[in-house]
């Protein structure tokens, strides 16, 4: 007859094999911890079904780093910066933080009870190790967001945060990622190919392969980029490298220390400083509106130039070159600057209420 000390072994027995069992048909460990201050969780996933990230953080430093492991690990904590225990395990069941798949995406997401308005400060940390392989969706306000590789398709949406951001990979015309910024601050080592939708921000580009810029009330420093595209208002924009660039700002302050290729500009009360070009130049057209425009040509470009200046002066090294149609308040200009009739290289420049000025 069995006694209840050996039943109680039985199902003590029965359950830790019960245990033991469950963990190795699981996909991934996991670990917790909590406190009457802070709550710490670690979890593993396997990545093979895994391509995208999908992270949701609200007043989260988010650190995403690489490693060459075939899983993704996802380590949170939340603490509550205060010292009274009640109010602390009060606030941690306030604020969670979830981490579920689905389909093929593991996503990493705040949440707060729908009355959530605590005054007490809180900090929340996502540590997340993942193959370089992945595309991104990430949203943060309040926060910090340090990023290193990413290969695959990267969405960024970040409010009020200080980022630094390593390299979004640009491997073919369908990898084009989005970046929105917000009252932020930061860097980007490699933008790659994509969109740059940034308001009131501090931002530096240290290369990029193609951009469509939307840009309102920054300052904007790009040291090496292909193609850029867009639209500058109030902006402070500085560029040293750029192959081809079509800008139209307004009431921005635009300096380009290289322009290579090919640049389009049509300015509204502003300035644009063009430091030189390649000797490649093939073509620059200026449109500008109430906006001193300074700018050199690289000596060894010969090229045909046109244009009209209204209520302004044209001020060119050579201008003797120049045929020149003086009216009231107008001046007309066409000639070839350099040593080669036949270059196809073209400058057309239009300025209205301001001087433009050859170095």
Not at 191 to 207: E, Q, R, T
Not at 292 to 299: D, G, V
Request: aromatic share 6%; hydrophobic share 35%.
């Amino acid at each position: 007859m069995l006694t209840i000390q050996k039943i109680m072994n039985y199902l003590k027995v029965k359950i830790l094999l019960s245990l033991i069992i469950f963990l190795s048909l699981n996909s991934y460990s996991q670990t917790k911890i909590s406190t009457d201050f802070k709550e710490y969780s670690l979890e593993i996933f396997k990545s093979e079904n895994i391509k995208n990230l999908d992270i949701r953080g609200n007043h989260a430093q988010i650190n995403l780093l690489n490693w060459d492991k075939d899983s993704i690990s996802v380590e949170t904590s939340i603490e509550i910066l205060s010292d009274k225990p009640n109010l602390s395990k009060e606030m941690l069941d306030e604020i969670r933080i979830k981490v579920v798949t689905y389909g093929n995406t593991l996503q990493v997401k705040t949440t707060t009870t729908e009355d959530f308005n605590r005054t007490i400060p809180y900090n929340v940390i996502y540590n997340i190790f993942y193959p370089v392989g992945m595309s991104l969706q990430l949203k943060n306000s309040n926060g910090e967001v340090n990023i290193a590789n990413i290969s695959g398709i990267t969405n960024l949406k970040l409010d009020y945060c200080d980022f630094n951001i390593k390299n979004l990979s640009f491997e073919n015309d369908s990898t084009i990622n989005t970046v929105e910024l917000n009252y932020s601050q930061g860097s980007i080592n490699s933008f790659g190919k994509g969109k740059l939708i940034a308001n009131n921000s501090k931002i530096n580009i240290h290369s990029a392969v193609d951009v469509e810029l939307t840009s309102n009330y920054n300052i904007l420093s790009i040291d090496n980029i292909k193609h850029l595209k867009g639209e500058s208002k109030i902006d402070n924009l500085k560029i040293n490298q750029c192959a081809d660039l079509k800008l139209k700002s307004i009431q921005s302050i635009v300096n380009i220390q290289q322009l290579k290729l090919d640049g389009l500009f049509e300015g509204s009360k502003g300035s644009l400083n063009i430091g030189n070009t390649s000797s490649e130049l093939k073509k620059l057209t200026i449109n500008n509106q109430n906006t001193k425009t300074t700018l050199k040509i690289n000596e060894l470009v010969s090229y045909t130039i046109n244009g009209e200046i209204y209520k302004g002066k044209l001020i060119h090294p050579q201008i003797n070159n120049l045929q020149l149609v003086k009216e009231t308040d107008k001046v007309s200009f066409n000639g070839v600057i350099g040593n080669n009739p036949q270059s196809d290289t073209k400058v057309i420049i239009f300025n209205t209420n301001q001087n433009v000025e050859f170095k």
